[in-house]
């Protein structure tokens, strides 16, 4: 089992940017595939970008593309999320989870571990 505990959210402008973090605990960290996924009131959980064990291989969300970026530091056990040129259709609450399956992962029903969610407000 793993644990996962997000930090990084919060207001910003449209044009700005912000930086998730996502600190796991428990099992090896490098043993799980990673992704961020972002909600907003009414929607479904949605993919935006995912990254396997090794940090080899990423993928995202059209609309992400260019302006975001996942990445991984397995020795301090730490997934990442770059936003760049946010968006105000960026805002919503935003997760990262773990997955066992050695792979790129986009559904959510696939990944077994979540960290809490964090409100990312991009004002216009």
């Known amino acids: 089992q793993v644990q996962l505990v997000e930090s990084g959210g919060g207001l910003v402008q449209a044009g700005g940017s912000l930086r998730r973090s996502c600190a796991a605990s428990g099992r090896t960290f490098s043993s799980y595939s990673m992704g961020w996924f972002r909600q907003t009131p009414g929607k479904e959980r949605e993919f935006v970008a995912a990254?396997?064990?090794?940090?080899?291989?990423?993928n995202y969300v059209d609309s992400v593309k260019g302006r975001f970026t996942i990445s991984r530091d397995n020795a301090r056990n730490t997934l990442y999320l770059q936003m760049n040129s946010l968006k105000p259709e960026d805002t919503a609450v935003y997760y990262c989870?773990?997955?066992?399956?050695?792979?790129?992962?986009?559904?959510?029903?696939?990944?077994?571990?979540w960290g809490q969610g964090t409100q990312v407000t991009v004002s216009s």
């Open positions: 990254i396997t064990w090794s940090g080899s291989r990423t």
């Open positions: 989870a773990a997955s066992m399956q050695n792979d790129i992962v986009l559904l959510p029903a696939s990944y077994a571990y």
